[in-house]
C-alpha cells in the first residue's frame, strides 16, 4: 500500500480521487482550506484519509504541512496536485497584480509541492498534475489568467519527467467539463451547467469519479510506462 498526497481533498475530483485510493487501501495525507469538510473524508476514509488544512495561497502553509508530516509520513508514493481556481474573472488587458492568486494556486503550490516532496519521494513515485483542455479549444478570454497557469503546468509536468529520467514519472491530465462546483460557478449555477453540456459531444459532462479512474491508474505502478504526458480526457469535447 502506499502513500499520496491529494490537494482539493475537500470537493469534486480531489474527492472522489481522494475516496477511491483510500478504498484501494492507500493512506492519502488530503489538503484543503475546508475543515468541516475534511473531518467528514477522515471518517469516510476508516483511518486511511488524513486531513490537513492549508491554503495554497499562502506558502508557508505548504512548508508547515511537510514539516509536520516529516516524521509521520517519511515516504510519499505520488502526489495529485489538483486543486484549482478560476480567480475573478476579468477581461486581460485588465489583468493585475490582484490575479496573481490564481497562478500561485494552480502553478507555485504544484511547483513549491513538488520541489517540498522530491527528498521523500519513493523511487518509482508518480506525480499527477491536474491542467485543463488548454491549447485544444479556444479557452473564455475573462479567464486567461487560468488558462496561463495551467499551461505552465504542462510545461513544469514535462520539464520535471525529463529531469528525473523516470526515477519518478510525471505527468498532467486535462480535463473536459466535469460536473463540480468549480464548474457550476462558471456557468451561473449547476442547471445552466448542465444545459450547456447538452452540446457536449456525449451529452452531457464527466462525473468526477470519472476523472478520478485516470488519475488513480496514473498515479498507480499499472502506468509505470507513461511518463512526461499531458492526457486529455475529455469524453470527445474537443472533437467539436
Ligand atoms: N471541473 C472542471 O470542469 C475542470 C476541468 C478541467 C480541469 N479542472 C481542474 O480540476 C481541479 C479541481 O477542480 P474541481 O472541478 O474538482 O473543483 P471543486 O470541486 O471546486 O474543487 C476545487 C478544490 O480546490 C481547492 N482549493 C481551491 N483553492 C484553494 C486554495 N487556495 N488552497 C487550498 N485548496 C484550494 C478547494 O478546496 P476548499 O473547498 O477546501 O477551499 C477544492 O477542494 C482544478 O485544478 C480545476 O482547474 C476542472
Known amino acids: 500500500?502506499?502513500?499520496?498526497i491529494v490537494t482539493g481533498a475537500t470537493g469534486g475530483i480531489g474527492e472522489a480521487t481522494t475516496l477511491q485510493l483510500?478504498?484501494?487501501?492507500?493512506?492519502?495525507?488530503?489538503?484543503?482550506?475546508?475543515?468541516?469538510?475534511?473531518?467528514?473524508?477522515?471518517?469516510?476514509?476508516?483511518?486511511?484519509?488524513?486531513?490537513?488544512?492549508?491554503d495554497l495561497a499562502k506558502p508557508p502553509e505548504i512548508q508547515q504541512f511537510f514539516d509536520d508530516t516529516?516524521?509521520?509520513?517519511?515516504?510519499?508514493?505520488?502526489?495529485?496536485n489538483n486543486a484549482g481556481t478560476f480567480g475573478k474573472p476579468v477581461a486581460p488587458e485588465r489583468v493585475t497584480d490582484a490575479q496573481q492568486e490564481v497562478f500561485q494556486v494552480n502553478y507555485h503550490a504544484?511547483?513549491?509541492i513538488i520541489q517540498l516532496a522530491?527528498?521523500?519521494?519513493?523511487?518509482?513515485?508518480?506525480?499527477?498534475?491536474?491542467?485543463?483542455?488548454?491549447?485544444?479549444?479556444?479557452?473564455?478570454a475573462m479567464l486567461l489568467p487560468y488558462a496561463s497557469s495551467k499551461s505552465a503546468l504542462i510545461?513544469?509536468?514535462?520539464?520535471?519527467?525529463?529531469?528525473?529520467?523516470?526515477?519518478?514519472?510525471?505527468?498532467?491530465?486535462?480535463?473536459?467539463?466535469?460536473?463540480?462546483?468549480?464548474?457550476?460557478?462558471l456557468y451561473g449555477g449547476k442547471d445552466k451547467f448542465d444545459l450547456a453540456m447538452k452540446h457536449h459531444l456525449r451529452g452531457n459532462a464527466a462525473q468526477p469519479a470519472e476523472?478520478?479512474?485516470?488519475?488513480?491508474?496514473?498515479?498507480?505502478?499499472?502506468?509505470?510506462?507513461i511518463?512526461?504526458?499531458?492526457?486529455?480526457?475529455?469524453?470527445?469535447?474537443?472533437?467539436t
Open 1 to 4: 500500500m502506499k502513500t499520496y
Open 22 to 54: 483510500a478504498k484501494e487501501g492507500h493512506t492519502v495525507l488530503a489538503l484543503g482550506r475546508n475543515a468541516e469538510k475534511g473531518t467528514v473524508l477522515e471518517q469516510e476514509g476508516q483511518g486511511n484519509i488524513h486531513f490537513f488544512q492549508v
Open 70 to 80: 516529516a516524521t509521520d509520513f517519511p515516504t510519499i508514493d505520488g502526489i495529485f
Open 110 to 112: 504544484p511547483e513549491q
Open 118 to 140: 522530491v527528498k521523500r519521494l519513493s523511487k518509482g513515485a508518480s506525480i499527477v498534475n491536474n491542467s485543463a483542455i488548454v491549447g485544444h479549444v479556444k479557452f473564455p
Open 155 to 185: 510545461t513544469l509536468t514535462k520539464t520535471y519527467a525529463a529531469r528525473f529520467h523516470g526515477k519518478y514519472r510525471f505527468n498532467a491530465i486535462c480535463p473536459g467539463p466535469v460536473d463540480t462546483a468549480l464548474s457550476h460557478s
Open 211 to 225: 476523472i478520478a479512474e485516470v488519475v488513480c491508474f496514473l498515479l498507480s505502478d499499472k502506468a509505470s510506462y
Open 227 to 239: 511518463n512526461g504526458q499531458s492526457l486529455v480526457v475529455d469524453g470527445g469535447y474537443t472533437l
